[in-house]
């Protein structure tokens, strides 16, 4: 029994090897001549699983580590025996931590007041649904635009994108890639959609690089027709647009997901697919032995004399500062992949005990809500 994994992803080497061979190689060297007489992938989205790469050999089973599957023919899988897998909602906390510190540090850098703004949430899914959550929490007023989930739940609590776009100061991305069909997004922020967008608004995207026109998102970013923007995931990455990397708030490279906790996920629900299809006794297996940051995981804030949007801000970007991946990235736009690859570990809010001093008890119930374990300072 032959698996071919994905080098890159974590917590896994050690695992597979008491019951088959394991062959560990970066995303763009996994080719036909290695997966030919393999019976699973494990993988993420550099490698293309399509026709060129699977076409003769024996593949059964196929598990991405990651939420979006944009990077299997999942049709063509289908067509030929061979099961599929994502890993939905894996890393949905640490998109939720990123959007947190991006709307923390937007405030800090432009002086807002994020509880008389609106942040409308495109795309409802599992990541969505936190993004809106923690948007909640800060005081902010929540948009949602989801057409398939009101057409298979109703139109009530969702609006029309066009109604969306009208009503918020920042509009977030959280769909899939898909190129058909009436809820196709590719280029859903086409060159006509920024256009419709105001001068006081900014658009987020941290779901899949083309579904934004990045070309035209740059011309209205040179035009000054919207206040700003921020880019997670490119057209054509690796290969970023290093002009509009530099009209950005915050340019990051692809690691909106990438939290310890969230790839670990991603990894456990990877190995129980296989196992799963290949009848290994590892369908309850769990990554272990995620590592600490570099900060400390429990720490104090002493709420005295600062508001409770100062107190929330300090305590969201003690676990991760947006700021740091964008100065890494435009320090070194070449690099993408590698900083991708030796992504420093990250830990989510869940992970970090919070002594707070002072502080009302609704600042309190906030905090825990976000996910930080309070310890009580009685």
């Excluded at 695992?15 to 060297?29: H, M, N, R, S, T």
């Excluded at 293309?48 to 999942?74: M, N, P, Q, W, Y």
């Excluded at 919070?354 to 502080?359: C, D, E, I, N, T």
């Amino acid at each position: 029994m032959k698996i071919v994994c994905d080098d890159k992803i974590p917590f896994l080497r050690g695992v597979l090897e008491p019951f088959a061979e394991v062959v560990y190689l970066p995303g763009k060297q996994t080719t036909p001549d290695v997966v030919r007489d393999a019976d699973a992938i494990i993988t993420r989205t550099r490698t293309k699983c399509k026709a060129e790469l699977l076409e003769g050999s024996r593949v059964k089973v196929i598990a991405t580590a990651t939420i979006g599957f944009d990077h299997i023919d999942t049709a063509w899988c289908e067509s030929h025996g061979i099961l599929w897998r994502n890993a939905p909602g894996c890393n949905s906390w640490s998109v939720k931590q990123y959007i947190a510190s991006v709307l923390v540090s937007l405030a800090r850098r432009h002086g807002l007041d994020l509880s008389a703004m609106t942040l409308g949430v495109v795309g409802v899914g599992n990541v969505g649904s936190k993004v809106a959550e923690v948007a909640s929490l800060l005081g902010m007023k929540v948009l949602l635009n989801d057409p398939p989930r009101a057409r298979a739940e109703g139109p009530a609590g969702f609006v029309s994108l066009d109604e969306l776009m009208e009503r918020s100061d920042i509009v977030t991305l959280h769909v899939p890639l898909t190129r058909e069909g009436e809820d196709a997004t590719w280029h859903l922020f086409d060159a006509a959609r920024i256009g419709r967008l105001r001068k006081d608004q900014f658009l987020f995207n941290s779901s899949r690089g083309p579904v934004v026109d990045n070309a035209a998102l740059k011309a209205a970013l040179k035009a000054g027709s919207l206040r700003g923007a921020v880019l997670d995931v490119w057209e054509n990455e690796p290969d970023i647009d290093r002009e509009l990397m530099g009209l950005l708030e915050y340019s990051t490279p692809h690691i909106a997901g990438y939290s310890a906790d969230g790839k670990a996920n991603g990894t456990t629900m990877s190995v129980r697919t296989v196992a799963s299809v290949l009848g290994l006794p590892l369908t309850a297996w769990t990554a272990s032995g995620v590592p600490a940051p570099a900060q400390p995981l429990s720490f104090c804030i002493d709420a005295a004399g600062k508001s409770d949007a100062q107190v929330l801000s300090e305590a969201i970007l003690h676990t991760y500062d947006v700021q740091r991946d964008t100065d890494a990235l435009r320090a070194a736009p070449d690099q993408f992949e590698k900083l991708r690859g030796d992504y420093p570990v990250r830990r989510e809010p869940t992970a970090f005990s919070l002594q707070l001093k002072g502080g009302s008890a609704a600042l309190a119930e906030t905090l825990s809500k976000i996910g930080f374990q309070l310890i009580s300072t009685k």
